[in-house]
T-cell receptor
Framework: DAGITQSPRHKVTETGTPVTLRCHQT?????MYWYRQDPGHGLRLIHYSYGVKDTDKGEVSDGYSVSRSKTEDFLLTLESATSSQTSVYFCAISGSGRNLGGELFFGEGSRLTVL | AQKVTQAQTEISVVEKEDVTLDCVYE???????LFWYKQPPSGELVFLIRRNSFDEQNEISGRYSWNFQKSTSSFNFTITASQVVDSAVYFC???????????????FGAGTRLAVHP
């Protein structure tokens, strides 16, 4: 199993509060991703990182920011949580170099409820 | 823009039936990768297969088989002699090229929920 840890695994918060989800990997993979999963939408990419301090937006990035200060950690921040951000959030990693088109390995998910 | 369509929202079968999950994709790229993932009721996402755009050979792995047809932009997944343990949500995904290099960014379909009844 890929060494990916997400924290917290479950969180309930109130509208307007900041929330940070953490993804930690032990695989030394270059690429890291944050997806959200919602019924009827599958998984949608929020942000991804292709190296330390190198990040880019995905298709649903509004209301989210990310940071990657070291290879093993990728943080997702909701500056001011809204009820529409209630979702299950998955972190994923994939290799680099010759591993073009490599599969993603996913963490166990973080369930966030915004009241 | 890339897109993945899984038209079947839910499928219900009885154990030992064969079942095919459909996946249709859209892309303008000549190089791309296709994937299938399984999400059992426990919630984790399990990688099943990767196929690149230059390899149209069908693949078989035990009771699982995949049919890739570029002419119809489809990458269908068949489970032969289904079992209760196959009950899960299955996602098809398409790689999107990244300006940083590589094809490691995936676009997912909405998923197909498969229920296999004893």
């Amino acid at each position: 199993d890929a060494g990916i840890t997400q924290s917290p695994r479950h969180k309930v918060t109130e509208t307007g509060t900041p929330v940070t989800l953490r993804c930690h990997q032990t695989e030394n993979h270059r690429y890291m991703y944050w997806y959200r999963q919602d019924p009827g939408h599958g998984l949608r990419l929020i942000h991804y990182s292709y190296g330390v301090k190198d990040t880019d937006k995905g298709e649903v990035s509004d209301g989210y920011s990310v940071s990657r200060s070291k290879t093993e950690d990728f943080l997702l921040t909701l500056e001011s949580a809204t009820s529409s951000q209630t979702s299950v959030y998955f972190c994923a990693i994939s290799g680099s170099g010759r591993n073009l088109g490599g599969e993603l390995f996913f963490g166990e998910g973080s369930r966030l409820t915004v009241l | 823009a890339q897109k993945v369509t899984q038209a079947q929202t839910e499928i219900s079968v009885v154990e030992k039936e064969d079942v095919t999950l459909d996946c249709v994709y859209e892309t303008r790229d000549t190089t791309y990768y296709l994937f299938w993932y399984k999400q059992p009721p426990s919630g984790e996402l399990v990688f099943l297969i990767r196929r690149n755009s230059f390899d149209e050979q069908n693949e078989i792995s035990g009771r699982y088989s995949w049919n890739f047809q570029k002419s119809t932009s489809s990458f269908n997944f068949t489970i032969t002699a289904s079992q209760v343990v196959d009950s899960a949500v299955y996602f098809c995904a398409l790689s999107e090229p990244m300006f940083s290099g590589g094809y490691n960014k995936l676009i997912f379909g909405a998923g197909t929920r498969l229920a296999v009844h004893p």
